[in-house]
């Protein structure tokens, strides 16, 4: 966990922002921190057993990112109803990857569970996001956490994206978001490029 408390030391002292306990992932060799930001969070994400992470291509990709020096190795989207959403992007010409499971217990011993979709197969660096529907109860979503930031950060405002064909990139963010998010695309490397958060003394942009 010592990249772990590395990158929360950082995020704090560069952008006023606290990162909470997470937890590891059975079986992916990777555990988290949490940075809450009321309905959204970022997440400070490493591999502790490169062993059991070698196995699992998105683990991997935590590492490549890593090791390219990227501040961000993907971003995530949250619906309600995933096979409702899964049935409409298929329907779009979507190809879509095998859902996956995925939960990891808190330190106070709650266990959060979800399913996940990917969009890119074999977990290639894309700006498009994962799909993300949760098992929770009330409350328990992981940006709903109690903390005060010195940044006094309170949500994401927008996200900057790269692509090497932008316009494509933005037709298939286009049919996936719709206007649901603040987002702009530009030429370069796949993935993301930079988050703008929302505080009271204006927009912050991390990369």
Do not use: C, K
Not at 37 to 63: F, K, T
Request: hydrophobic letters at 45%; aromatic letters at 4%.
């Amino acid at each position: 966990m010592a990249d772990l408390d590395v990158a929360a030391a950082r995020f704090r002292s560069e952008h006023g922002l606290v990162a909470l306990p997470g937890g590891h992932h059975p079986g992916r060799g990777t555990a988290n921190l949490i940075i809450p930001l009321g309905s959204e969070y970022l997440e400070l994400i490493a591999v502790v057993d490169p062993g059991e992470a070698a196995a699992i291509r998105s683990s991997q990709r935590v590492a490549e990112a890593v090791a390219a020096g990227r501040t961000f190795a993907v971003w995530i989207a949250r619906t309600d109803d995933l096979a409702a959403t899964r049935t409409r992007l298929a329907g779009q010409g979507f190809e879509l990857p095998t859902l996956a499971a995925g939960a990891r217990r808190r330190p106070d011993g709650v266990e959060l569970a979800w399913t996940l979709q990917e969009l890119v197969a074999g977990a290639r660096p894309s700006p498009l996001p994962f799909l993300i529907e949760w098992r929770l109860a009330a409350g328990q979503h992981p940006g709903e956490a109690a903390v005060e930031h010195p940044s006094r950060a309170r949500g994401i405002a927008a996200i900057h994206l790269t692509d090497p064909d932008p316009e494509a990139a933005r037709e298939r963010l286009q049919a996936l978001l719709g206007a649901d998010l603040e987002y702009t695309v530009e030429a370069g490397p796949p993935g993301v490029a930079a988050v703008v958060l929302d505080t009271p003394a204006g927009r912050r942009e991390l990369r």
